[in-house]
């Protein structure tokens, strides 16, 4: 039976987050999934400017924002006829905010992305093999094939079997009422420059079509309510119905799927050295674009205390922390893309103001999105003056602050050296002001004006 210290069950953007994290570290991991190959979809479309900035620690911004786009322009229908189109600048890049912005990009794109990575730091995906059961660190597969791991991620999507397998409840609501048909599609009679299009009726129900700029393809979403069957005939008819244009013609149906609406939570992300991640711990509404971006942030969470566990840099009750921080986040998007989800249901698209305030909504929600940053209160790893993401910026020397923190190191800058610290664990800056503990995941730890709090901090929490 083989052995192994990390097996990821799944490797969607949760687990090759997680994999990446874990290969740059040196950590032996086997990635599995039970597909034959990778996932085709376009699904989640937003890359928020805390999951770029986890991306750009892993060594991934320059192909993410080579590839992706930042979507300005969406044009909104009541019925068939055009409300108003809005366009949103950019929000300017800043030496202290690199990534400002929301980067569209298909999720087969940035998990291709991923893996290319993955691939780069020695690892890979064993596509075609399917969990079955896991009892006692034991994992077995559809083949029989069995791998003995010292940890196991779930990262194994909504449906997950090592959620079932630990008997973890998933608590929540589905609402069979509403569903989806979510699409890829090459189509003709619609110019990709103008944008995103959205058409909503209170009767006919919703339709979006998202332009995937120089690839031909759309992103096509259509509600279709309990009734409706999920193929491709109703998808055409839909479209041609709810966007009222004689010329639009889908040539090709390249992916689809019918979602369903889910806000469920895990009610536990570990159970010992088992965990989960991602959909496996909690899924909810598209509205927010949370989905990708959790899963993303709650691999990163997870990498670097892992990855010092196993390295014996840290002690095991490292990894208590998190569930304690990751689990109010999932929460709190939970709650946030419900009351997004709702606000667009019960929205009376008839009433005379319906336009104005549709867009005044619609800016708000787009501000809120690039801001969404979770804040992890006071905890274990969290002290004085910490708990936001850390900033860029340019010391003094002209090193920018980001490249000093890549990597699953601790970071201090400081007016002065703090003794006794162990070099494998945390990197020392020579920097004006206060004392700043940045943590392996761009999280501020706490800032302190002398050193006792630091060495405090590390002597507490971190020795292995
Ligand atoms: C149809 C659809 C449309 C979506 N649209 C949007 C959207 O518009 N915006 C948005 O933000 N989010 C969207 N999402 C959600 C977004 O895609 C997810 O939040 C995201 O994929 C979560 O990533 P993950 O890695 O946690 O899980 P997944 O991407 O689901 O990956 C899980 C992986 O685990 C594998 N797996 C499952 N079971 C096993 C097993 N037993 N053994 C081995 N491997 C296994 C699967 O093959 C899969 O590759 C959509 C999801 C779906 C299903």
């Known amino acids: 039976m083989d052995n192994v210290d990390v ?34 979809g376009g699904r989640g479309f937003s890359l928020k400017p805390l999951s770029l900035a986890a991306l750009d620690d892993l060594g991934l911004t ?51 992305i991923l893996r290319e990575r993955l691939g780069e730091l020695g690892g890979k995906v064993e596509f075609g093999m399917r969990v079955t059961g896991l009892a006692g660190g034991e994992v077995t597969f559809a083949g029989g094939e069995r791998v003995r791991a010292r940890f196991v991620v779930g990262a194994d999507g909504g449906r ?29 009679g619609l110019d990709p420059a103008g944008g995103v299009r959205m058409w909503l009726s209170p009767d006919r129900g919703v339709a979006l079509l998202r332009p995937v700029p120089e690839t031909g393809v759309w992103q096509a979403v259509v509600s279709l309510g309990r009734d409706l069957a ?19 013609r889908v040539t090709e149906v390249l992916w689809h799927s019918v979602w369903r ?9 570990r159970a010992g050295p088992v965990f989960l991640a991602g959909d496996a711990a909690h899924v909810h509404s598209p509205f927010g674009g949370h989905g990708m971006n959790t899963g993303i942030q709650d691999a990163y ?22 569930e304690s921080e990751r689990m109010p986040v999932a929460r709190a998007v939970l709650a946030d893309s419900d009351r997004r989800m709702g606000g667009m249901m019960s929205w009376r698209f008839a009433r005379p103001l319906a336009g104005p305030l549709l867009r005044a909504g619609f800016v708000r929600q787009q501000r809120k999105t690039r801001r969404d940053h979770p804040v992890y209160p006071a905890g274990p790893l ?59 995941d761009g999280y501020v730890a706490l800032t302190s004006p002398t050193a006792g709090p630091v060495r405090a901090y590390f002597a507490r929490f971190a020795a292995g």
């Open 230 to 248: 999920g193929d491709e005939d109703t998808l055409r008819r839909l479209l041609t119905e709810r966007t009222g244009l004689p010329g639009l």
């Open 301 to 322: 969470n997870l990498g670097w205390k892992l990855g010092m566990v196993v390295r014996g840099l840290a002690p095991q009750g490292l990894l208590d922390t998190y």
């Open 160 to 188: 997950s079997t090592i959620r079932r397998e630990l008997g973890i409840p998933f608590t929540g609501r589905t609402d069979e009422d509403t569903r989806a048909m979510i699409s890829d599609v090459r189509l003709d």
């Open 7 to 40: 097996l990821i069950v799944g490797a969607g953007p949760t687990g090759l987050t997680l994999a990446c994290d874990l290969a740059r570290q040196g950590v032996a991991s086997r990635v599995v999934d039970q597909s034959a190959q990778p996932g085709a």
């Open 382 to 440: 969290i002290g004085e003056g910490g708990g936001a993401p850390a900033p860029d910026g340019a010391l003094p020397t002209g090193a920018r602050l980001f490249d000093l923190f890549r990597g699953s190191h601790f970071t201090v800058l400081g007016p002065g050296p703090v003794p006794g610290l162990d070099p494998a664990l945390v990197h020392v800056h020579r920097v004006a002001g206060d004392f700043r503990v940045v943590r392996p």
């Open 62 to 112: 320059r192909a993410i924002t080579t590839a992706g786009f930042v979507e300005r322009r969406t044009r909104f229908h009541r019925g068939t006829r055009r409300l108003f189109e809005l366009d949103t600048p950019p929000a300017p890049v800043t030496v202290e905010q690199p990534y400002p912005n929301v980067v569209a990009l298909p999720q087969w794109r940035t998990e291709a």
């Open 261 to 269: 609406y889910n806000l469920r939570i895990a009610d536990r992300f």
